[in-house]
Protein backbone atom coordinates (compact mmCIF):
# COMPACT_ATOMS: atom_id res chain seq x y z
CA UNK A 1 0.00 0.00 0.00
CA UNK A 2 1.04 3.54 -0.96
CA UNK A 3 2.53 5.36 2.23
CA UNK A 4 2.03 9.73 3.03
CA UNK A 5 3.41 10.57 5.84
CA UNK A 6 2.29 13.98 7.42
CA UNK A 7 4.67 16.01 9.86
CA UNK A 8 4.22 19.24 11.94
CA UNK A 9 4.54 20.49 15.31
CA UNK A 10 3.18 23.79 15.76
CA UNK A 11 -0.65 24.91 16.11
CA UNK A 12 -1.47 26.66 13.00
CA UNK A 13 0.52 23.73 11.25
CA UNK A 14 -2.23 21.52 13.20
CA UNK A 15 -5.01 23.76 12.05
CA UNK A 16 -4.30 23.32 8.68
CA UNK A 17 -2.85 19.88 8.25
CA UNK A 18 -6.08 18.92 9.78
CA UNK A 19 -8.45 18.62 6.64
CA UNK A 20 -5.66 16.78 4.78
CA UNK A 21 -4.99 13.96 7.23
CA UNK A 22 -9.04 13.74 7.60
CA UNK A 23 -9.33 13.26 3.54
CA UNK A 24 -5.92 10.78 3.56
CA UNK A 25 -7.64 8.47 6.35
CA UNK A 26 -10.48 8.20 3.64
CA UNK A 27 -8.34 6.62 0.70
CA UNK A 28 -8.51 3.34 0.90
CA UNK A 29 -5.49 2.97 -1.59
CA UNK A 30 -2.98 4.94 0.74
CA UNK A 31 -1.90 4.50 4.34
CA UNK A 32 -1.42 7.66 6.21
CA UNK A 33 0.68 8.57 9.57
CA UNK A 34 1.02 11.87 11.64
CA UNK A 35 4.38 12.74 13.35
CA UNK A 36 4.31 15.24 15.49
CA UNK A 37 7.74 17.40 16.62
CA UNK A 38 5.96 19.19 19.36
CA UNK A 39 7.59 22.76 17.97
CA UNK A 40 4.91 24.24 20.42
CA UNK A 41 3.78 21.90 22.87
CA UNK A 42 0.85 22.73 24.84
CA UNK A 43 -0.79 24.88 21.58
CA UNK A 44 -0.29 21.45 19.63
CA UNK A 45 -2.19 19.64 21.68
CA UNK A 46 -5.16 21.89 22.32
CA UNK A 47 -5.52 21.68 18.34
CA UNK A 48 -4.50 17.83 18.45
CA UNK A 49 -7.95 17.31 20.61
CA UNK A 50 -10.13 20.06 18.53
CA UNK A 51 -9.48 18.00 15.37
CA UNK A 52 -9.23 14.26 16.96
CA UNK A 53 -5.70 14.33 15.62
CA UNK A 54 -3.66 10.87 16.49
CA UNK A 55 0.33 11.21 16.19
CA UNK A 56 1.81 8.21 15.02
CA UNK A 57 4.56 9.24 16.37
CA UNK A 58 5.44 12.35 18.77
CA UNK A 59 8.85 13.80 19.26
CA UNK A 60 8.02 16.33 22.33
CA UNK A 61 10.86 18.23 21.13
CA UNK A 62 9.79 21.14 23.10
CA UNK A 63 11.93 22.54 25.79
CA UNK A 64 12.63 26.17 27.32
CA UNK A 65 14.28 28.69 25.54
CA UNK A 66 15.88 26.66 22.44
CA UNK A 67 18.26 28.11 19.99
CA UNK A 68 16.99 27.92 16.75
CA UNK A 69 20.00 25.66 15.91
CA UNK A 70 19.60 23.54 18.83
CA UNK A 71 15.62 22.69 17.50
CA UNK A 72 16.78 21.97 13.94
CA UNK A 73 19.17 19.41 15.06
CA UNK A 74 16.70 17.68 17.08
CA UNK A 75 13.96 17.44 14.91
CA UNK A 76 16.76 16.81 12.01
CA UNK A 77 17.66 13.33 14.04
CA UNK A 78 13.85 12.37 15.23
CA UNK A 79 12.12 12.95 12.09
CA UNK A 80 14.85 10.91 10.20
CA UNK A 81 14.64 7.95 12.34
CA UNK A 82 10.96 7.87 11.42
CA UNK A 83 11.37 8.30 7.59
CA UNK A 84 13.91 5.60 7.55
CA UNK A 85 11.79 3.09 9.78
CA UNK A 86 8.69 3.53 7.68
CA UNK A 87 9.79 4.43 4.22
CA UNK A 88 6.73 6.68 3.19
CA UNK A 89 6.57 7.31 -0.60
CA UNK A 90 5.94 10.77 0.50
CA UNK A 91 6.39 13.62 3.52
CA UNK A 92 3.55 16.11 3.75
CA UNK A 93 4.52 19.54 5.27
CA UNK A 94 2.97 23.14 5.43
CA UNK A 95 3.97 26.95 6.16
CA UNK A 96 6.68 27.81 6.78
CA UNK A 97 8.06 26.69 10.51
CA UNK A 98 11.16 25.59 11.51
CA UNK A 99 9.61 21.81 11.54
CA UNK A 100 8.58 22.24 7.75
CA UNK A 101 11.97 22.67 6.47
CA UNK A 102 13.93 20.40 8.71
CA UNK A 103 11.67 17.57 7.76
CA UNK A 104 12.14 18.65 3.96
CA UNK A 105 15.86 18.48 4.55
CA UNK A 106 15.87 14.75 6.37
CA UNK A 107 13.11 14.00 3.43
CA UNK A 108 16.18 14.95 0.62
CA UNK A 109 18.74 13.30 3.04
CA UNK A 110 16.41 10.06 2.33
CA UNK A 111 15.56 10.74 -1.15
CA UNK A 112 11.70 10.79 -0.41
CA UNK A 113 9.97 13.31 -2.02
CA UNK A 114 7.88 16.53 -0.14
CA UNK A 115 5.06 18.05 -1.03
CA UNK A 116 4.43 21.60 0.27
CA UNK A 117 1.23 22.62 1.63
CA UNK A 118 0.77 26.66 1.33
CA UNK A 119 3.78 26.80 -1.01
CA UNK A 120 4.70 29.86 -3.19
CA UNK A 121 4.50 32.52 -0.18
CA UNK A 122 6.78 35.30 -0.18
CA UNK A 123 8.15 38.80 1.37
CA UNK A 124 11.40 38.97 -0.67
CA UNK A 125 12.75 39.57 2.93
CA UNK A 126 14.52 36.97 4.46
CA UNK A 127 14.68 38.50 7.75
CA UNK A 128 11.41 39.21 7.93
CA UNK A 129 9.47 37.36 9.11
CA UNK A 130 12.47 35.43 10.69
CA UNK A 131 12.70 32.51 10.16
CA UNK A 132 9.33 32.00 8.61
CA UNK A 133 10.80 34.01 5.09
CA UNK A 134 13.79 31.72 4.27
CA UNK A 135 12.37 28.36 5.86
CA UNK A 136 9.78 28.56 3.43
CA UNK A 137 12.17 29.29 0.39
CA UNK A 138 14.33 26.43 1.47
CA UNK A 139 11.04 23.97 1.77
CA UNK A 140 10.18 24.92 -2.31
CA UNK A 141 13.75 24.26 -3.14
CA UNK A 142 13.09 20.85 -2.04
CA UNK A 143 10.05 19.88 -2.93
CA UNK A 144 8.53 17.75 -5.49
CA UNK A 145 4.61 18.58 -5.21
CA UNK A 146 3.90 22.16 -4.65
CA UNK A 147 -0.07 23.03 -3.47
CA UNK A 148 -0.20 26.89 -3.84
CA UNK A 149 -2.84 28.50 -1.97
CA UNK A 150 -3.66 31.26 -4.44
CA UNK A 151 -2.43 32.74 -8.04
CA UNK A 152 0.06 34.74 -6.42
CA UNK A 153 1.90 32.06 -4.83
CA UNK A 154 1.49 29.86 -8.10
CA UNK A 155 3.17 33.13 -9.79
CA UNK A 156 5.78 33.22 -7.30
CA UNK A 157 6.88 30.23 -7.38
CA UNK A 158 6.83 30.03 -11.34
CA UNK A 159 9.54 32.51 -11.41
CA UNK A 160 11.81 30.98 -9.31
CA UNK A 161 11.59 28.53 -11.84
CA UNK A 162 9.67 25.94 -10.75
CA UNK A 163 8.12 23.50 -13.48
CA UNK A 164 4.18 24.54 -13.65
CA UNK A 165 3.56 20.84 -13.63
CA UNK A 166 4.92 20.02 -10.06
CA UNK A 167 2.60 23.53 -8.60
CA UNK A 168 -1.18 22.88 -8.19
CA UNK A 169 -3.43 25.58 -7.51
CA UNK A 170 -5.89 24.62 -4.64
CA UNK A 171 -7.05 27.45 -2.19
CA UNK A 172 -6.05 27.36 1.44
CA UNK A 173 -6.88 24.61 4.09
CA UNK A 174 -7.14 26.96 6.91
CA UNK A 175 -10.55 27.50 5.32
CA UNK A 176 -11.71 24.11 5.29
CA UNK A 177 -10.84 23.89 9.35
CA UNK A 178 -12.65 26.96 9.85
CA UNK A 179 -15.40 26.61 7.92
CA UNK A 180 -15.75 23.08 9.92
CA UNK A 181 -15.56 24.78 13.46
CA UNK A 182 -17.79 28.05 12.57
CA UNK A 183 -20.39 25.46 11.64
CA UNK A 184 -20.25 23.33 15.03
CA UNK A 185 -22.41 24.36 17.97
CA UNK A 186 -19.66 25.16 20.68
CA UNK A 187 -19.79 26.37 24.09
CA UNK A 188 -17.33 28.89 24.80
CA UNK A 189 -14.74 26.89 26.92
CA UNK A 190 -12.99 29.69 28.87
CA UNK A 191 -14.98 31.11 31.67
CA UNK A 192 -12.99 34.61 31.34
CA UNK A 193 -13.97 34.97 27.38
CA UNK A 194 -17.83 33.52 28.43
CA UNK A 195 -17.73 37.01 30.78
CA UNK A 196 -15.72 39.41 28.48
CA UNK A 197 -17.79 38.55 25.83
CA UNK A 198 -21.34 38.90 27.66
CA UNK A 199 -20.20 42.29 27.86
CA UNK A 200 -21.92 45.11 25.32
CA UNK A 201 -18.72 46.53 24.00
CA UNK A 202 -16.80 46.65 20.85
CA UNK A 203 -14.27 43.48 20.77
CA UNK A 204 -10.88 43.68 19.29
CA UNK A 205 -9.04 40.53 18.84
CA UNK A 206 -5.66 41.44 19.48
CA UNK A 207 -2.69 38.56 18.55
CA UNK A 208 1.01 39.89 18.82
CA UNK A 209 3.98 37.59 18.77
CA UNK A 210 6.48 37.76 16.00
CA UNK A 211 9.63 37.07 16.98
CA UNK A 212 11.00 40.30 14.85
CA UNK A 213 8.32 42.59 16.68
CA UNK A 214 9.70 41.37 20.50
CA UNK A 215 13.20 41.49 18.96
CA UNK A 216 12.58 45.01 17.89
CA UNK A 217 11.04 47.96 19.64
CA UNK A 218 8.08 47.12 16.66
CA UNK A 219 6.16 45.25 20.18
CA UNK A 220 6.43 48.11 22.45
CA UNK A 221 5.18 50.36 19.38
CA UNK A 222 2.31 47.91 19.08
CA UNK A 223 1.25 47.77 22.84
CA UNK A 224 1.44 52.04 22.56
CA UNK A 225 -0.86 51.98 19.76
CA UNK A 226 -3.40 49.40 21.65
CA UNK A 227 -3.16 51.96 24.67
CA UNK A 228 -4.00 55.31 22.66
CA UNK A 229 -6.82 53.37 20.68
CA UNK A 230 -8.65 52.48 24.24
CA UNK A 231 -8.07 56.21 25.42
CA UNK A 232 -9.97 57.14 22.05
CA UNK A 233 -12.78 54.68 22.30
CA UNK A 234 -14.35 54.14 25.52
CA UNK A 235 -16.78 51.85 23.98
CA UNK A 236 -13.94 49.49 23.05
CA UNK A 237 -12.14 46.57 25.11
CA UNK A 238 -9.07 44.28 23.76
CA UNK A 239 -9.39 40.10 24.02
CA UNK A 240 -5.46 39.60 23.88
CA UNK A 241 -4.77 35.31 23.86
CA UNK A 242 -1.39 35.67 24.69
CA UNK A 243 1.42 33.62 22.95
CA UNK A 244 3.45 31.14 26.22
CA UNK A 245 6.31 32.34 24.67
CA UNK A 246 8.37 34.34 28.07
CA UNK A 247 9.49 36.77 25.98
CA UNK A 248 5.87 38.02 24.52
CA UNK A 249 4.22 36.76 27.75
CA UNK A 250 6.58 39.79 29.67
CA UNK A 251 5.84 42.57 27.34
CA UNK A 252 2.60 42.13 27.33
CA UNK A 253 2.15 42.23 30.97
CA UNK A 254 3.72 44.75 31.65
CA UNK A 255 2.63 47.33 28.73
CA UNK A 256 -0.84 46.46 29.44
CA UNK A 257 -1.47 44.10 31.93
CA UNK A 258 -2.96 47.21 34.09
CA UNK A 259 -5.57 48.69 31.71
CA UNK A 260 -9.20 47.87 32.69
CA UNK A 261 -10.13 46.89 29.10
CA UNK A 262 -7.20 45.21 28.15
CA UNK A 263 -8.10 41.22 28.70
CA UNK A 264 -4.81 39.34 29.13
CA UNK A 265 -5.73 35.89 28.50
CA UNK A 266 -4.59 32.36 28.04
CA UNK A 267 -4.06 30.82 24.62
CA UNK A 268 -7.48 29.65 23.26
CA UNK A 269 -8.49 26.13 21.61
CA UNK A 270 -8.92 26.69 17.89
CA UNK A 271 -12.95 26.67 18.80
CA UNK A 272 -13.12 29.06 21.31
CA UNK A 273 -10.56 31.36 19.26
CA UNK A 274 -12.95 31.24 15.62
CA UNK A 275 -15.95 32.46 18.75
CA UNK A 276 -13.50 35.17 19.41
CA UNK A 277 -12.80 36.03 15.74
CA UNK A 278 -16.89 36.10 15.39
CA UNK A 279 -18.13 38.31 17.76
CA UNK A 280 -15.07 40.57 17.68
CA UNK A 281 -15.51 44.24 15.51
CA UNK A 282 -11.85 43.63 13.98
CA UNK A 283 -8.82 42.01 14.27
CA UNK A 284 -5.11 43.14 15.05
CA UNK A 285 -2.90 40.63 14.22
CA UNK A 286 0.81 39.71 13.86
CA UNK A 287 0.33 36.03 12.58
CA UNK A 288 -0.19 35.32 9.43
CA UNK A 289 -3.15 32.19 9.34
CA UNK A 290 -5.91 34.69 11.43
CA UNK A 291 -4.83 37.37 8.04
CA UNK A 292 -6.76 34.26 6.13
CA UNK A 293 -9.23 33.50 8.48
CA UNK A 294 -10.63 36.59 9.88
CA UNK A 295 -12.21 37.38 6.93
CA UNK A 296 -14.38 34.25 6.07
CA UNK A 297 -16.16 35.47 8.89
CA UNK A 298 -16.21 39.32 7.36
CA UNK A 299 -13.81 40.63 9.83
CA UNK A 300 -11.40 43.35 8.47
CA UNK A 301 -7.37 42.39 9.76
CA UNK A 302 -5.27 44.86 10.58
CA UNK A 303 -2.32 43.47 10.12
CA UNK A 304 1.18 44.84 12.69
CA UNK A 305 3.89 43.40 10.11
CA UNK A 306 6.18 45.52 8.00
CA UNK A 307 5.88 43.03 5.59
CA UNK A 308 3.02 40.13 4.80
CA UNK A 309 3.66 36.84 2.42
CA UNK A 310 -0.27 37.30 2.01
CA UNK A 311 -0.60 40.68 -0.40
CA UNK A 312 -3.72 38.73 -1.66
CA UNK A 313 -5.67 40.35 1.12
CA UNK A 314 -4.62 43.52 1.19
CA UNK A 315 -5.06 43.80 -2.72
CA UNK A 316 -8.61 42.17 -2.39
CA UNK A 317 -9.19 44.93 0.35
CA UNK A 318 -10.13 42.20 3.59
CA UNK A 319 -7.03 43.44 5.61
CA UNK A 320 -4.35 46.49 5.62
CA UNK A 321 -0.85 46.34 6.38
CA UNK A 322 -0.64 49.13 9.06
CA UNK A 323 3.55 48.07 10.25
CA UNK A 324 4.46 48.27 13.63
CA UNK A 325 4.48 52.21 13.86
CA UNK A 326 2.33 53.41 16.98
CA UNK A 327 0.97 55.98 14.63
CA UNK A 328 0.09 54.04 11.84
CA UNK A 329 -1.85 51.60 13.69
CA UNK A 330 -3.80 54.12 15.27
CA UNK A 331 -4.66 55.91 12.31
CA UNK A 332 -5.58 53.08 10.27
CA UNK A 333 -7.66 51.08 13.21
CA UNK A 334 -9.24 54.47 14.67
CA UNK A 335 -10.39 54.90 11.15
CA UNK A 336 -12.19 51.25 10.83
CA UNK A 337 -14.34 52.01 14.94
CA UNK A 338 -15.41 55.25 13.40
CA UNK A 339 -16.27 55.34 9.78
CA UNK A 340 -18.79 52.82 8.98
CA UNK A 341 -18.26 53.18 5.03
CA UNK A 342 -14.84 51.70 5.64
CA UNK A 343 -15.59 49.18 7.78
CA UNK A 344 -17.92 47.94 5.52
CA UNK A 345 -15.43 47.72 2.41
CA UNK A 346 -13.73 45.79 4.66
CA UNK A 347 -15.91 43.57 6.22
CA UNK A 348 -17.44 42.59 2.67
CA UNK A 349 -14.55 42.35 0.72
CA UNK A 350 -14.14 38.50 -0.81
CA UNK A 351 -11.30 36.90 0.49
CA UNK A 352 -8.77 35.79 -1.83
CA UNK A 353 -7.66 32.25 0.27
CA UNK A 354 -10.39 29.66 -1.15
CA UNK A 355 -13.64 27.85 -0.55
CA UNK A 356 -13.14 25.52 1.48
CA UNK A 357 -12.41 22.49 -0.79
CA UNK A 358 -8.58 22.26 -0.87
CA UNK A 359 -7.64 19.09 1.39
CA UNK A 360 -9.75 17.20 -0.71
CA UNK A 361 -7.68 18.52 -4.29
CA UNK A 362 -4.57 18.08 -2.39
CA UNK A 363 -5.54 14.60 -1.37
CA UNK A 364 -6.56 13.67 -4.65
CA UNK A 365 -3.05 14.86 -6.21
CA UNK A 366 -0.95 12.80 -3.62
CA UNK A 367 -2.89 9.77 -4.55
CA UNK A 368 -2.39 10.42 -8.13
CA UNK A 369 1.03 11.20 -7.91
CA UNK A 370 2.14 7.96 -5.10
CA UNK A 371 0.34 6.00 -7.73
CA UNK A 372 2.95 7.31 -10.20
CA UNK A 373 5.26 6.65 -7.91
CA UNK A 374 4.83 3.09 -7.81
CA UNK A 375 4.25 2.30 -11.46
CA UNK A 376 8.05 4.22 -12.28
CA UNK A 377 9.47 1.03 -9.43
CA UNK A 378 7.38 -1.69 -10.56
Not at 33 to 45: C, G, I, N, P, Y
Not at 86 to 96: A, C, F, I, N, R
Not at 277 to 296: H, N
Amino acid sequence: MMKAISVFGTRPEAIKMAPVVWELARRKTLESKVVVTAQHREMLDQVMDTFSLKADYDLDLMTPNQTLAFLTARILGGVEDVLYKEEPDLVLVQGDTTTVMVTALAAFHNQIPVGHVEAGLRTHNIYNPFPEEMNRRITDTLSSLYFAPTELARSNLLREGVDEKKIHLTGNTVIDALLWVAGQKHEVSNQQLRTILDNKSRKVLLTAHRRENYLSKGMKQIYEAVREILANFDDVEIIFPVHPNPNVRKMAYEQLGNHPRVHLIEPLNYKDMVRVMKESYLVLTDSGGIQEEAPSLGKPVVVLRETTERPEGIEAGTAVLAGTKKEKIVKITGTLLSDEAAYQRMAKAVNPYGDGTAAKKIVDIVVKFCDEQHKKIS
